[in-house]
Each structure stands twice: as structure tokens, then as C-alpha cells.
């Protein structure tokens, strides 16, 4: 099961009432739900009876021939938003809810189980690719429209939204899809990603590379093929993984601002941690270091004691001019 939508599909129907709707082929200039939107998926459904101002918009299930349609949720109708109780003839088509436009950017929710289902193809490249003139001469289409900037869902990590990319289609031949953190490919992106490898390879029926998103995914991927240079484009993420350089524009602000703290590396993550010992950091920046046991001053021959740490603990002057010791033993050497 997947959620899919497809233009001109509609069909004729003479179901009548609440219930599930019988398809009855499709109206002249369109095709079925069966060839459109698949058995056993969830797309997007407008019934209109033919004569009257009875509709209904909704979110439906097709059986395992496409040729019933579950309403399974109404989003609006003309019936008060809820289920309409239809008299006579009717067509059912898939459409776009209001609400895909009115909402900024809705994203229905695609499980393991049902993906979202993304249809790949590949044709010749054009002067509307972003890569046009650099790399292979032909394009990722999805779902007709040549390598677009896409953006996925995800957060939850228990909940993570799948995308499926279908390369069932015969132009996906040698083309398998994979995901990068550069558009060069020079490192590739796995973690959640699944592929049918070479059984079955793309071009054939079943192939597919899928993604499973959530906020640990890098906030941008490339999507291109493994074979070929720059036929894809890339993703956007909303994520906490920063794939790249980060510039602040102003202030970086974390959760304990206290004055007189640096951040530190503990070796997987930087942590906030105020100075000690013999050093403090005011909120300026500047760093001042504490008074060690001995005074400021100038020291002549000067006798000093060091700690292990190279901290200077203790000094005082010697007697003035050169020893005996010295003097005779410059005596000897001459």
C-alpha cells in the first residue's frame, strides 16, 4: 500500500449511498484508477453526481484491483464536510484537496508499510535542469518533472516518514538512484536507505531505492545516480543533522548562556563548561589568570621554584656579582 496521486484518472460509477463506491471504467479521454493509482493504494478523491450540486472530497482506499474505492476519510463536501448519501449517477476522479494548497506545505504521512511513492524516470536532459551541460546528457524525471528540488518529512525517530523511489520504469536501466551528501557523490548517504540492488535492478518491475526520514537525517541529500554524473538534484530536510558549513548571521545562543563558559569537545559533541583552577573568562573574553603565591617584581640571581604543572610557586634574590666558586673556576680554564 502506498499513498499516489495521478492526473486524468476518472471513472464512471452507479454506486449509490454511504458506502464504498463500485468503479465502473473509466470516462473517454481518461484512464482508471487501476492503471493510475494502482491496487491497494490511497490517493485523493472528488465524487460529483452528474446533475446536481452533490459532492464530496476525500481521502480513499483502493482494493486489490482498484476497482472499489473506500471513502476512508471526507475532507469536504456537500453534506456539511461529512459523508454524502448519492442518489444517481456519478463520477469519481483524483484531484487535489484545497487544503494541499491552503496549508503550508501538508505532508501526508508515508509508513514502512506505505511509502510514499515517488515514480523515477529518465529522459534526455534539458536547459531546465540545474546541472544542465555538466555531467551525463540525461535527467531524473519524478513523477514527470525533471530532477525538481524536493523536501521530505520527518522528526519522530519511532515515526519516520518513507520515501520510495520507483524505478520500475524500462529508462531506469543502468541508472540505480542513490543518495549523497555532495552533489559530486563524493560520499555517499545510507543510513535509512534501502535498494533492490540488482534483483530486481532498475528498468524492472519492482526496482526501487527508499529513504526512511527523521530530524538525524542531514538537513540537505542529493539524490543521483550511481552510474552517472549530475542527472539528480537534491532534498531539503528539516533536521538537526547541519550537512555542511553552519554561518551565524548574528548570535549563537545555547541553552545555558551563563557568563564565563567555552565550549568544549568531549569527543562526539561540544559541551558548555565554565573555566577553573587558575584561569577565569569574563563575558568579554578576556582571560585573566589567578595570583600564584609569589609577588610581582623584579628578582636578581634569582632562586625559583617550579611545580610539575610549570607554575611558578616561589622566588627570591640571590647575592648580587659572581661566586668564588665561579671566579676560580674561570682561573683554572684560562
Same mark, same amino acid.
Given at each position: 500500500?502506498?499513498?499516489?496521486?495521478?492526473?486524468?484518472?476518472?471513472?464512471?460509477?452507479?454506486?449509490?449511498?454511504?458506502?464504498?463506491?463500485?468503479?465502473?471504467?473509466?470516462?473517454?479521454?481518461?484512464?482508471?484508477?487501476?492503471?493510475?493509482?494502482?491496487?491497494?493504494?490511497?490517493?485523493?478523491?472528488?465524487?460529483?453526481?452528474?446533475?446536481?450540486?452533490?459532492?464530496?472530497?476525500?481521502?480513499?482506499?483502493?482494493?486489490?484491483?482498484?476497482?472499489?474505492?473506500?471513502?476512508?476519510?471526507?475532507?469536504?463536501?456537500?453534506?456539511?464536510?461529512?459523508?454524502?448519501?448519492?442518489?444517481?449517477?456519478?463520477?469519481?476522479?483524483?484531484?487535489?484537496?484545497?487544503?494541499?494548497?491552503?496549508?503550508?506545505?501538508?505532508?501526508?504521512?508515508?509508513?514502512?508499510?506505505?511509502?510514499?511513492?515517488?515514480?523515477?524516470?529518465?529522459?534526455?536532459?534539458?536547459?531546465?535542469?540545474?546541472?544542465?551541460?555538466?555531467?551525463?546528457?540525461?535527467?531524473?524525471?519524478?513523477?514527470?518533472?525533471?530532477?525538481?528540488?524536493?523536501?521530505?518529512?520527518?522528526?519522530?525517530?519511532?515515526?519516520?516518514?518513507?520515501?520510495?523511489?520507483?524505478?520500475?520504469?524500462?529508462?531506469?536501466?543502468?541508472?540505480?538512484?542513490?543518495?549523497?551528501?555532495?552533489?559530486?557523490?563524493?560520499?555517499?548517504?545510507?543510513?535509512?536507505?534501502? $535498494? #533492490? %540492488?540488482? @534483483?530486481?535492478?532498475?528498468?524492472? &518491475?519492482?526496482?526501487? +531505492?527508499?529513504? =526512511?526520514?527523521?530530524?538525524? *537525517?542531514?538537513?540537505?541529500?542529493?539524490?543521483?545516480?550511481?552510474?552517472?554524473?549530475?542527472?539528480?538534484?537534491?532534498?531539503?530536510?528539516?533536521?538537526?543533522?547541519?550537512?555542511?558549513?553552519?554561518?551565524?548571521?548574528?548570535?549563537?545562543?545555547?541553552?545555558?548562556?551563563?557568563?564565563?563558559?567555552?565550549?568544549?569537545?568531549?569527543?562526539?559533541?561540544?559541551?558548555?563548561?565554565?573555566?577553573?583552577?587558575?584561569?577565569?573568562?569574563?563575558?568579554?573574553?578576556?582571560?585573566?589568570?589567578? $595570583? #600564584? %603565591?609569589? @609577588?610581582?617584581?623584579?628578582?636578581? &640571581?634569582?632562586?625559583? +621554584?617550579?611545580? =610539575?604543572?610549570?607554575?611558578? *610557586?616561589?622566588?627570591?634574590?640571590?647575592?648580587?656579582?659572581?661566586?668564588?666558586?665561579?671566579?676560580?673556576?674561570?682561573?683554572?680554564?684560562?
Amino acid at each position: 500500500m502506498a499513498f499516489k496521486l495521478n492526473d486524468r484518472v476518472k471513472e464512471s460509477s452507479s454506486t449509490t449511498g454511504t458506502g464504498t463506491f463500485t468503479l465502473g471504467g473509466a470516462v473517454s479521454g481518461f484512464e482508471t484508477f487501476a492503471a493510475g493509482i494502482g491496487g491497494s493504494n490511497t490517493t485523493y478523491y472528488c465524487i460529483f453526481e452528474t446533475g446536481t450540486n452533490n459532492f464530496e472530497v476525500g481521502f480513499g482506499t483502493l482494493n486489490g484491483g482498484a476497482s472499489t474505492l473506500a471513502r476512508t476519510n471526507v475532507i469536504s463536501s456537500s453534506n456539511s464536510d461529512g459523508l454524502v448519501n448519492f442518489a444517481g449517477a456519478t463520477e469519481v476522479f483524483c484531484t487535489v484537496p484545497g487544503a494541499k494548497i491552503g496549508l503550508p506545505k501538508p505532508e501526508e504521512y508515508g509508513s514502512s508499510s506505505a511509502p510514499k511513492i515517488i515514480t523515477v524516470k529518465v529522459a534526455s536532459k534539458t536547459a531546465a535542469h540545474p546541472y544542465s551541460g555538466q555531467g551525463s546528457s540525461s535527467a531524473y524525471y519524478l513523477d514527470g518533472l525533471e530532477s525538481p528540488a524536493i523536501t521530505f518529512s520527518g522528526a519522530d525517530s519511532s515515526y519516520k516518514y518513507y520515501y520510495r523511489f520507483d524505478q520500475s520504469d524500462s529508462s531506469n536501466s543502468g541508472h540505480p538512484l542513490r543518495f549523497y551528501l555532495d552533489a559530486a557523490k563524493t560520499t555517499e548517504y545510507t543510513t535509512g536507505v534501502t $535498494n #533492490t %540492488g540488482s @534483483s530486481p535492478a532498475p528498468g524492472s &518491475s519492482g526496482a526501487y +531505492t527508499q529513504i =526512511a526520514v527523521d530530524v538525524n *537525517t542531514p538537513n540537505v541529500l542529493y539524490y543521483q545516480c550511481s552510474s552517472h554524473g549530475y542527472m539528480g538534484n537534491f532534498a531539503n530536510v528539516i533536521s538537526n543533522n547541519i550537512n555542511g558549513n553552519l554561518t551565524i548571521g548574528s548570535q549563537l545562543r545555547m541553552p545555558d548562556n551563563t557568563s564565563a563558559k567555552i565550549l568544549v569537545a568531549d569527543g562526539t559533541s561540544y559541551q558548555e563548561s565554565a573555566l577553573s583552577g587558575d584561569a577565569t573568562i569574563a563575558s568579554g573574553g578576556a582571560l585573566t589568570l589567578a $595570583n #600564584t %603565591g609569589v @609577588s610581582a617584581g623584579s628578582y636578581t &640571581s634569582a632562586s625559583i +621554584t617550579v611545580d =610539575a604543572k610549570g607554575r611558578l *610557586t616561589a622566588a627570591s634574590s640571590g647575592a648580587g656579582g659572581v661566586t668564588a666558586g665561579f671566579v676560580t673556576a674561570m682561573a683554572i680554564a684560562l
